[in-house]
């Protein structure tokens, strides 16, 4: 009898533990709150553990609404339509727009060119930005780079300006900066562990849960698949490929990453240009530049400023990277008979 | 005493099986692999793949028109879409083995696995750049 009543309360107690592990989620530390934005023409993933991760969610979210505002170049209102129609005359932007736009052109600089802002037009007389595509004439794009140099756009604190025929446009390092302010969003929330996916972009915070690092692979820019896996902690991974927006004319591929300095399609040797830093912002914008730059260029400027490490596809499959993920890198099984060189200092 | 007994092994048993039932539940997914189609961020529809045994073809109404979606035992994909870049078609089968989700940006049209992890081989990830 009191063997009975033992299990009875027994098993009571189990089936109690079971159903309050299904109501009560937030209090634990593995547990997640996650959301999903359209925004800066991409769907953005947004992963935050434990207690504080709803919350943290949230402010994300609202944060990916205002960061996307602010960049915009097609809505009206938004501080880069703004300066791109105020023909030459100073305009008064955002915090965030200084902050990026300021931060941006730095690498215009430190890259020599290779990323350009204000390539914008050339941009869209390929049609990459309304997918009105067509491939402009030699002279077309001659008159059109004349109005290309980043040099000309000034930013001084808060006051933008941009030459009257010029317009500048921060889609290759706004969602760099977006990552970066989502990881400071979360540790103003308490978070310590959380992840962010913005199309093609990762960055995260901390370790994953369990105290592992997180696992982000690379995309075959040859097919299916995956190229490999690389393992980081507190940081962002970012990848420019040319198959991500491109288009056909007579048996030619055209892809979105310009060159500023021929107004063509980058093609330089690299097909996949991937950036691992702690910035989400330099991410992105070297993403853009190494893959303009190619292998050569790529290997001088890691040597000069080397606050980063890279992997790049080339054309001919063999995949090239930096030391510092060279052990962290694993690489899929149908890529293990390409050629990889590892980079050293 | 008899009376109070039996009620007592009836409630136990019960309780018995019912705990079983939430084990067998809790550690025992029978390998579910739920494709769920957002509109918008709103999950208008989840098809377990793994549940599938009838092929389907549906639209959906997104915002600058209408996606088709192709439904086989263990795999979705999208056939045709109303948009210009045909993105969403050119991503192909998304299995119930796992994988990126499938989007259609003009449409605001997401189908994805949320429980099951994409993997390489046998490895889990976590995010995939590119």
Not at chain 1, 122 to 149: C, H, I, M, N, S
Not at chain 1, 184 to 189: A, G
């Amino acid at each position: 009898m009191r063997f009975l009543k033992q299990a009875f309360a027994l098993t009571l107690a189990l089936a109690l533990l079971l159903l309050s592990g299904c109501a009560d989620p937030a209090a634990r530390e593995d547990e997640s709150a996650s959301r999903s934005v359209f925004a800066m023409d991409t769907v953005m993933d947004v992963t935050a553990y434990g207690p504080n991760g709803e919350k943290a969610a949230v402010a994300a979210v609202n944060r990916i609404t205002e960061l996307e505002q602010a960049f915009s170049v097609t809505i009206d209102d938004s501080d880069i339509y703004a300066v791109n129609h105020a023909y030459g005359k100073p305009v008064t932007v955002s915090d965030d727009t200084a902050a990026l736009l300021s931060e941006a052109l730095r690498f215009c600089m430190l890259t020599h060119g290779a990323l350009d802002v204000s390539v914008y037009p050339v941009l869209k007389a390929w049609g990459f930005t309304t997918q009105d595509y067509r491939v402009p004439k030699a002279d077309e794009l001659q008159e059109l780079l004349a109005r290309v140099d980043y040099a000309k756009v000034q930013c001084d604190g808060n006051t933008v300006t941009v030459p009257a025929n010029m317009e500048i446009d921060l889609g290759s390092v706004a969602k760099g900066y977006t990552g970066d302010q989502i990881m400071q969003i979360f540790r103003d929330n308490g978070v310590t562990s959380g992840m962010v996916s913005l199309g093609g972009n990762v960055q995260t915070l901390g370790s994953k849960p369990d105290g592992s690092p997180w696992r982000i692979a690379i995309q075959n820019p040859l097919g299916d698949g995956y190229v490999g896996v690389v393992e980081v902690r507190d940081e962002a991974v970012v990848t420019s490929g040319g198959y991500e927006r491109y288009f056909e004319r007579d048996g030619e591929v055209y892809w979105h990453i310009i060159d500023p300095a021929t107004g063509a399609p980058a093609k330089n040797g690299v097909i996949s240009a991937t950036i691992v830093s702690g910035s989400g912002t330099r991410c992105d914008a070297l993403s853009t530049a190494l893959f303009i730059l190619g292998a050569d260029g790529a290997e001088t400027y890691w040597r000069t400023h080397g606050d980063f490490d890279y992997l790049l596809v080339l054309e001919d499959g063999s995949i090239v990277v930096s030391q510092g993920i060279a052990d962290r890198f694993t690489v899929a099984d149908d890529w293990a008979n390409h050629n990889l060189t590892v980079v050293t200092k | 005493m008899k009376k109070t007994s039996f009620w007592i092994i009836l409630i136990a048993a019960v309780a018995l099986l019912a705990g079983a039932a939430a084990l067998w539940l809790h550690f025992h997914h029978p390998d579910a692999a739920v494709a769920n189609i957002y509109l918008d961020g709103e999950c208008i529809r989840s098809i377990d793949l793994n549940d599938v045994t009838e092929p389907e073809i549906f639209t959906v109404e997104g915002e600058i028109g209408t996606n088709t979606i192709q439904v086989e035992p263990g795999r979705i994909r999208v056939t045709h879409a109303e948009c210009p870049d045909q993105i969403c078609v050119q991503m192909g089968w998304l299995t119930s083995e796992g994988g990126m989700p499938i989007v259609c940006l003009p449409n605001k049209l997401v189908i994805s696995l949320d429980d099951v992890p994409a993997k390489i081989g046998d490895a889990e990830i976590d995010g995939v750049v590119g």
